[in-house]
C-alpha cells in the first residue's frame, strides 16, 4: 500500500471512530452528519466523498471482512485446502482469538459497539447489505455457476446466525470463556452440516 492509499484509509478510521464515539455517546439517529464532521475536523461535504452514507460511518469496520471468506479461500488453495475445510478452520480460529466477528467477545467496548449495530434497525439494514458483497466476494472465489453462488450463500448465512448466536448470550451476561465451549461444539456442526450439502466446495 503507497503512503497516499496509507493516508486515505488512516483518515477512514478517524473519522469512523469519531462517529462511533459519538453514536455511542448520544444515540445513532440523534447525531447529525454535521456534527460528526465537526468533531473529525472535515467539512461536511468532504465527509460524505468518504462515507456516503451515515451508516457506513458506523460499519466501516465491517468492510475489510468483505472479502474475507473469499480470502481465507484463496489462501486455503495455496494448501491443499477445500474451500469449506479452511473456512470451518479460520471460524474456529475466529473463536479461539475471540474475534468481534464471531461474535464470541466480552469486552465492554465490544459489548457496547455490538449493542450500538444490532439495537439500531438502519445499521442492520445496512449490515446485510455488506453481507450480501461478502457472499458474492466468496461466490467469486468458489466458481462462476449457480452452485458457487447457493454455497456461498449458505455459508455466509451460518457464520451470521453462529455469531449472532454467540453475540446474544454475551448480550445476555455470559462471558466468552462461558460460552466458548458451546460456541465451538455449535461451529462444528454447522460445519459438518455443510459438509453434507456442498458437495466439491467441502
Excluded: C
Excluded at 57 to 63: E, K, M, N, Q, V
Excluded at 69 to 89: D, I, S
Excluded at 94 to 113: E, I, K, S
Excluded at 173 to 195: K, R
Amino acid at each position: 500500500m503507497g503512503l497516499r492509499e496509507q493516508k486515505k484509509q488512516q483518515t477512514y478510521q478517524a473519522v469512523s471512530d469519531v462517529a462511533i464515539a459519538l453514536f455511542l455517546e448520544k444515540g445513532f439517529d440523534n447525531v447529525p452528519v454535521a456534527e460528526i464532521a465537526a468533531a473529525a475536523g472535515i467539512s461536511k461535504p468532504t465527509l460524505f466523498r468518504y462515507f456516503p452514507a451515515k451508516e457506513d460511518l458506523a460499519l466501516h469496520r465491517f468492510s475489510d471482512h468483505e472479502d474475507e471468506a473469499a480470502r481465507v479461500v484463496a489462501q486455503g488453495r495455496t494448501e491443499g485446502l477445500a474451500p469449506l475445510p479452511a473456512l470451518r478452520r479460520h471460524f474456529l480460529a475466529g473463536l479461539d482469538g475471540r474475534d468481534p466477528v464471531t461474535g464470541l467477545n466480552d469486552d465492554p467496548r465490544v459489548r457496547a459497539y455490538h449493542g450500538l449495530l444490532y439495537g439500531t434497525p438502519s445499521l442492520v439494514a445496512r449490515l446485510f447489505s455488506y453481507q450480501g458483497r461478502a457472499e458474492g466476494a466468496l461466490a467469486q472465489a468458489l466458481g462462476t455457476d449457480i452452485g458457487a453462488r447457493l454455497a456461498a450463500g449458505q455459508i455466509v448465512a451460518v457464520q451470521r446466525i453462529l455469531a449472532e448466536e454467540n453475540w446474544r448470550r454475551i448480550q445476555a451476561g455470559e462471558s466468552a470463556e462461558e460460552v466458548h465451549e458451546s460456541a465451538v461444539v455449535a461451529a462444528e456442526e454447522a460445519f459438518a452440516q455443510l459438509a453434507d450439502g456442498l458437495g466439491k466446495y467441502a
